[in-house]
């Protein structure tokens, strides 16, 4: 069982950033779970933004988030980061973290993580 809690969203005008953090407990240490970010805007399914392998370090982003989000780990806070740079409004969504033991082959589909936050709002004004 991995808990896991969302921070740091906002309202926020386009070109601006914001960066939310995933903070996880709960999983035995023998298995360092991978974090992932995903969002759903209004009327649209979840999709996966950015994920993060915690063994080889290998990240990978939706295509209408690369060079603008960044995701990063801090393994001494047990907290997962998503950089959001020249956010549009298109960004706006809750955005929620997810957790998964184990790796996989598809790491941004949501089918993949049992381990979900309660999401934190980002909305993005023009």
């Known amino acids: 069982q991995v808990q896991l809690v969302e921070s740091g969203g906002g309202s926020v005008q386009a070109g601006a950033s914001l960066r939310l953090s995933c903070s996880y407990s709960?999983?035995?240490?023998?298995?360092?779970?991978?974090i992932s970010w995903f969002r759903q805007a209004p009327g649209k399914g979840r999709e996966g933004v950015a994920t993060?392998?915690?063994?080889?370090?290998?990240?990978d982003y939706a295509d209408s988030v690369v060079g603008r989000f960044t995701i990063s780990r801090d393994n001494s806070r047990n907290t997962v980061y998503l950089q959001m740079n020249s956010l549009k409004p298109e960004d706006t969504a809750m955005y929620y973290c997810?957790?998964?033991?184990?790796?996989?082959?598809?790491?941004?589909?949501?089918?993949?993580?049992?381990?979900w936050g309660q999401g934190t709002q980002v909305t993005v004004s023009s």
């Open positions: 997810a957790a998964r033991i184990g790796e996989t082959a598809t790491p941004l589909w949501v089918n993949q993580y049992p381990y």
């Open positions: 709960g999983y035995t240490h023998t298995y360092t779970p991978r």
């Open positions: 993060l392998s915690p063994h080889s370090g290998y990240t």
